[in-house]
Structure formats: structure tokens, C-alpha cells
């Protein structure tokens, strides 16, 4: 069953990858008659406006493929559900 092992660590690394952008790129969204505004506030701003950018987009992409990747283990351990062991 080495692909949900697969699955499983790459969705750590995922969402350890999101978890640090986030940290970095921490914002605020300000709502406007003519769209959003996004300040940011956390240490991207150290570096540079486009390191921000840089970071929430890897962050949001990290989310949606987080998502993805719990979509695939729902599926996959239920293909196979007795060498899914669960411990509780």
C-alpha cells in the first residue's frame, strides 16, 4: 500500500509548505466598491512587495493541492479499505 504512504507524506510536505508561506505572507483583505485590497503585514514585507505576492501565491496553491491530495486518499483507501489500519 505504498501510494497512500505516498499520498500521506506529500501532504505533509504540502501542508508545510503552506503553513511556512503563511507565516510569511500574513494579510489583511480590505474590502472596496472596486475590489479587494490586500495589505501585508508579515515578514515578506521585509523583503520585497513581489516576495509577498510570490509567498501568497504558493500558499494558495499549496491549499488547493492539499485539497486535492485528501480527495485522492478518501478515494484510494476506500478501493481498499482492510489495509487501512486505524489505531483508536
Known sequence: FRSYKFILTNAAIVDLTASFTCLLSIERMIP??????????????????LSCHIF???????????IYL???SFYLSSLHPEEVRYHG
Not at 56 to 66: K, V
Open 32 to 49: 472596496s466598491p472596486f475590489g479587494t485590497a490586500m495589505v501585508y503585514l508579515g515578514p515578506c514585507t521585509l523583503i520585497s512587495p
Open 56 to 66: 501568497h501565491s504558493i500558499m494558495m496553491n499549496a491549499q488547493t493541492h492539499s
Open 70 to 72: 485528501v480527495a485522492a
